[in-house]
């Protein structure tokens, strides 16, 4: 086709690469294709470095044909699958034997036969994703488009080449994955697409947690506006399974007149609001679970409306569990837990009056991450009242100010006392112990609370003149 060429230009390194291939192809007079994404991805105007290659023939023999002719020595191979890979430069080569798939009730792992270009096609998730171009030389650039997914490009739809009841109940993970496809691209997904979704939902339990958790990763890492897919997810009750914590969020309780928020929709405005400034995962992440606590927390008191006491500690105690269910790693679960017990901090410092001894506490407290939090404190504001909004940016303002102040003055990201614990230990007359450690956190607390400055000198004066008193008060 015309349009193919203009995508895949002679100059190109992937044209180059191709037509290489294509010439291994005729040499041993096997019929070669570049199938999926970068089919896709050319013709949608995004940029991709990985080619997927189909032969109607041995795929792993292919592929060594290919090492070969590249001067590579390496290929990796997977002769269960009749799949091999070739890493080149910067750019990823997989080749497949074209094949057929049966799948058993208890596993998404198929029984694998070779087959024709139309049963590999077939076989794929989306009609998108199964578009085929010949390499060989007397074809080269000729589309093999079996299920329309040319035409469901250019209307933006995510639909499956075959029943979806059966391509999802083979493969539960392309439930998610076409929600992933929906949101990265703004696809719409067909509606006997989305049907066959809630029908079949139960079955993601045959699908290991660690390939779920990494298509929630891609949903909240490369979505430009990741709330849609959890959108979708609740639409069709496949986040009850996955994440029910954030399923729970959803609802408007009322009583006496009195409503709050929907603490869901929320959760996925302050996402959004996250995701325009920053990819980040872990800070994108925090911004979906940072109200987790919310629906145990809430209450509803006379006179005040609804309340949430504490939802940011009891949350913060929840993250742990919940990134352990999720196999995310302990940095991830460190760095969420610590911002959703701090997320409100900002805002009370600012409402109780910015001191020194308030900042220093926060600075300690948050460390590396005082910018990410102030970041997720900002996209938290999601009011509709332009005058509220305003004025709760000026507190962050007030609260960013101050926080250069004190951090110029006293240098506390990498806050100690400065008075160290061998000279404890001297001055006190001390052998190593807890009264040492006691002694340190006075001197620090001190410093915090604004009493002494952060010097070596004044900490030191500090020490002599409370040492008896703090020695003392250990001891009882």
């Given amino acids: 086709m015309a349009f193919l060429e203009l995508l895949f230009p002679d100059d190109?390194?992937?044209?180059?690469?191709?037509?290489?291939?294509?010439?291994?192809?005729?040499r041993n007079?096997?019929?070669?294709?570049?199938v999926g994404g970068v089919i896709r991805d050319r013709i949608l105007g995004h940029t991709t470095k990985d080619i997927d290659i189909t032969v109607v023939g041995n795929g792993i023999e292919f592929a060594r044909a290919i090492a070969h002719s590249l001067r590579l020595k390496k290929v990796l191979e997977y002769p269960r699958f009749g799949t091999a890979m070739i890493h080149?430069?910067?750019?990823?080569?997989?080749?497949?034997?074209?094949?057929?798939?049966?799948?058993?009730?208890?596993?998404?792992?198929?029984?694998?036969?070779?087959?024709?270009?139309?049963?590999?096609?077939?076989?794929r998730d989306f009609t998108i994703n199964a578009l085929a171009m010949s390499l060989n030389t007397e074809n080269f650039y000729e589309l093999f488009d079996y299920f329309q997914g040319l035409h469901d490009l250019n209307t933006a739809i995510i639909r499956t080449p075959l029943d979806p009841l059966i391509t999802f109940s083979e493969d539960p993970?392309?439930?998610?994955?076409?929600?992933?496809?929906?949101t990265r691209l703004g696809f719409t997904i067909e509606d006997e697409t989305f049907r066959a979704i809630a029908k079949v939902k139960e079955r993601i339990a045959i699908v290991s947690q660690e390939r779920i958790t990494e298509e929630f990763t891609k949903i909240l890492k490369i979505s430009p506006k990741p709330s849609r897919a959890f959108q979708l997810?609740?639409?069709?009750?496949?986040?009850?399974?996955?994440?029910?914590?954030?399923?729970?969020?959803?609802?408007?309780?009322?009583?006496n007149g009195h409503h709050h928020k929907d603490v869901f929709l929320h959760s996925l405005q302050v996402l959004d609001n996250i995701a325009e400034v920053t990819e980040k995962f872990e800070l994108r992440f925090t911004a979906l679970i940072h109200d987790i606590a919310k629906p145990q927390t809430k209450r509803y008191v006379k006179g005040k409306g609804w309340t949430f006491y504490s939802h940011e500690e009891l949350g913060a105690r929840m993250v742990k569990p919940l990134c352990r269910r999720l196999k995310l790693p302990n940095k991830v679960a460190g760095y969420a837990e610590k911002l959703v017990r701090l997320h409100l901090r900002p805002i009370a410092i600012a409402d109780e009056g910015v001191t020194d001894s308030a900042v220093r506490r926060l600075?300690?407290?948050?460390?590396?991450?005082?910018?990410?939090?102030?970041?997720?404190?900002?996209?938290?504001?999601?009011?509709?009242?332009?005058?509220?909004?305003?004025?709760?940016?000026?507190?962050?303002?007030?609260?960013?100010?101050?926080?250069?102040?004190?951090?110029?003055?006293?240098?506390?990201?990498?806050?100690?006392?400065?008075?160290?614990?061998?000279?404890?230990?001297?001055?006190?007359n001390l052998e190593p112990g807890p009264a040492v450690g006691y002694i340190k956190s006075n001197i620090e607390e001190a410093i915090l609370a604004g009493e002494i400055e952060n010097s070596y000198e004044a900490a030191k004066m500090y020490l002599i003149s409370h040492k008896d008193r703090w020695l003392t008060e250990f001891l009882k």
């Fill in 233 to 255: 997810m609740k639409s069709c009750s496949l986040l009850d399974i996955i994440l029910p914590e954030i399923a729970d969020l959803d609802g408007v309780d009322q009583k």
């Fill in 29 to 34: 007079k096997v019929p070669v294709y570049l």
């Fill in 363 to 428: 600075c300690v407290e948050t460390g590396a991450e005082l910018e990410d939090l102030m970041t997720l404190c900002r996209a938290d504001i999601t009011s509709k009242n332009p005058r509220k909004v305003q004025e709760y940016m000026a507190n962050f303002d007030r609260v960013v100010e101050k926080i250069a102040e004190v951090e110029e003055k006293d240098r506390l990201r990498a806050f100690q006392s400065p008075v160290r614990g061998d000279e404890i230990m001297q001055i006190c």
């Fill in 88 to 123: 080149y430069r910067d750019i990823v080569i997989e080749v497949a034997t074209a094949r057929s798939e049966q799948y058993t009730d208890n596993s998404r792992k198929p029984n694998v036969s070779q087959g024709s270009l139309y049963e590999d096609l077939a076989r």
């Fill in 173 to 182: 993970l392309r439930m998610l994955r076409a929600v992933r496809f929906a």
């Fill in 12 to 26: 190109d390194p992937i044209t180059k690469i191709l037509l290489r291939i294509g010439k291994i192809a005729d």
